[in-house]
């Protein structure tokens, strides 16, 4: 089966949408997400995305992290330094 890039963007944002719950979308709204730019904001949800337990009160502690990190990790994203963790 073959898929256009198109499609397969819009699989992952459907599936992003799924695994990271609303909660996480509302804080990151309210942070100020819509702001930064899609690098900015595709790294941040693969880290989240990445974390997320399922867990309820998990996701809110992971949410209010993330949208109080937003800042700094968006000048990280932007001098292509991205998220992930050092060894």
């Known amino acids: ?7 397969l963007k819009q699989i992952i944002k459907e599936e992003m949408e799924e695994m990271i719950r609303p ?6 709204a309210q ?5 930064e730019p899609e690098t900015v904001r595709k790294e941040l949800m693969d ?7 399922g867990d309820p009160e998990d996701i809110e502690k992971l949410s209010e992290m993330a949208a109080a990190l937003l800042p700094a990790s968006a000048v990280n994203v932007r001098q292509g330094l991205g998220l992930e963790e050092e060894t």
Do not use: E, V
Not at 23 to 28: A, D, F, H, P, Q
Not at 31 to 35: F, H, Q, R, S, V
């Open 1 to 7: 089966m073959k898929i256009t890039k198109s499609q």
């Open 23 to 28: 909660t996480t979308s509302r804080k990151l």
């Open 31 to 35: 942070a100020g997400i819509a702001k």
């Open 47 to 53: 880290m989240i995305a990445g974390l997320d337990t």
